[in-house]
């Protein structure tokens, strides 16, 4: 799947109720992380970790350690795939520049 199938998949998913993937046995937090990571963060900056804060009641650095942890838990992979993917390749091609 190209970059451009996984965005478009990505955004016919974003607001996909959780009920609509399948039972991984992940946490509710760890279900809400993937879906704010599913929306389309065009918006202003600092809406994303403002989001964070409101709906997941985490500072964004603690965020963004779960949800490094999560990329390599299968249990994502599979309750995910599409943006575990997609955030898989991201993580990778930072990496990549350091």
Partial sequence: ???AQDDAADHARADAPDDAFPDT???ERDRAILALERR???TGPGAKE???R????????RYYQLLNALLDDPRALAHDPVTV???RRVRESRR???
């Fill in 25 to 27: 046995g992940l946490s």
């Fill in 50 to 52: 403002r989001a964070v």
């Fill in 40 to 42: 389309d963060w065009v």
């Fill in 85 to 87: 993917n997609r955030l």
């Fill in 96 to 98: 990549g520049e350091r």
């Fill in 1 to 3: 799947m190209t970059d």
């Fill in 54 to 61: 409101e709906q997941l009641g985490l500072v964004p650095v």
